[in-house]
């Protein structure tokens, strides 16, 4: 899987497949899902916000970039955390992701968007054949979470995010629904 198959039409995790191909399926999804979301706005469409809320699709591609390098990079692997991301006082702005996406092209936004989900998805692929599901970042003793854990978080933080995404696109433009037809 190396492009979104949003692109393709509606993509669907292998109804009958093992835990690895069905657990990275439901990630691929919700990333499928994500990218119709939010594909082809503008500046103006991805600093739009609803209501009183300041969340923007520009601070969820930020912010999701950041989620997949940190997951893949410093949780599964335990490396440290990748630029720009380690230049950051998280301690003093906390939230800086979604604050600066606004700063941001959307080309920038979405290059970096779509260059985290690269490289998680090839730290993952590496990460099921190392161990599968099971694998724990610093060995099969290690405290740190399993491969599984780390696919059902991403699963989570893209659905919930994917809900904001539809609220916000519908505004924008009237697209509607939870993944693209086909």
């Known amino acids: 899987m190396t492009d979104f198959a949003y692109e393709e039409g509606r993509w669907e995790p292998p109804v009958a497949g093992d835990e690895d ?20 706005l503008d500046a103006a469409g991805l600093r739009a916000t609803l209501g009183s809320s300041a ?23 335990g490396r440290e955390q990748l630029p720009p991301w380690n230049a950051v006082d998280w301690s003093a702005d906390p939230a800086w992701d979604w604050r600066s996406a606004a700063d941001d092209t959307p080309e920038q936004l979405y290059a970096r968007w779509h260059d985290s989900v690269a490289r998680s ?26 491969l599984r854990y780390i696919l059902l978080n991403m699963i989570e933080e893209y659905a919930r995010h994917n809900g904001h995404a539809d609220l916000i696109r ?8 939870h993944d693209p037809p086909g």
């Not at 998805?121 to 694998?135: I, V």
């Not at 519908?170 to 629904?177: H, L």
Request: cysteine-free; glycine content about 12%.
């Open 55 to 77: 969340m923007t699709l520009g601070g969820m591609l930020k912010h999701l970039a950041r989620f997949e390098d940190d997951m893949s990079t410093e949780w599964l692997h």
């Open 21 to 40: 191909a069905t657990l990275l399926g439901f990630l691929e999804r919700q990333r499928a899902t994500f990218a119709w979301k939010t594909k082809g």
């Open 121 to 146: 998805r090839a730290l993952f692929a590496a990460a099921m054949a190392e161990g599968g599901p099971a694998r724990r970042a610093g060995g099969p003793d290690s405290p740190a979470p399993s």
């Open 170 to 177: 519908e505004s924008i433009d009237g697209r509607v629904g």
